[in-house]
């Protein structure tokens, strides 16, 4: 079972930065695309950021010019940098791992989809 851990949430105020990471394990030859995902409550869960294994990113609007995601693609890890935060960006933050290879036995093992971290709490202060 692939498991993905988040980290680097947190409290802080309007205008400033929270660095977040996720990394990913269980036997993983491979993960096309990882990101990250938002939940504020009363909403729905929405696209936050995601970057493919080849470094194409995509950004919700709400978070251009703000946010920044990346990867280790050696180490399964992917990054959130997040600056100039808004009240409005409060919100449990999950990872999220897609189109994951795993390690089998002649390299490349099964395709898997769909993984995701237990999420990480950003509260943005006015």
């Known amino acids: 079972q692939v498991q993905l851990v988040e980290s680097g949430g947190g409290l802080v105020q309007a205008g400033g930065s929270l660095r977040l990471s996720c990394a990913a394990s269980g036997n993983i030859f491979s993960i096309q695309v990882m990101g990250w995902y938002r939940q504020a409550p009363g909403k729905q869960r929405e696209l936050v950021a995601t970057?493919?294994?080849?470094?194409?990113?995509d950004y919700a609007d709400s978070v251009k010019g703000r946010f920044t995601v990346s990867r280790n693609n050696a180490r399964n890890t992917v990054y959130l940098q997040m600056d100039n935060l808004k009240p409005e960006d409060t919100a449990v933050y999950y990872c999220?791992?897609?189109?994951?290879?795993?390690?089998?036995?002649?390299?490349?093992?099964?395709?898997?989809?769909?993984?995701w971290g237990q999420g990480t709490q950003v509260t943005v202060s006015s």
């Open positions: 970057v493919t294994s080849g470094g194409i990113t």
């Open positions: 999220h791992a897609d189109f994951v290879y795993r390690t089998g036995d002649m390299g490349v093992g099964a395709l898997e989809y769909d993984y």
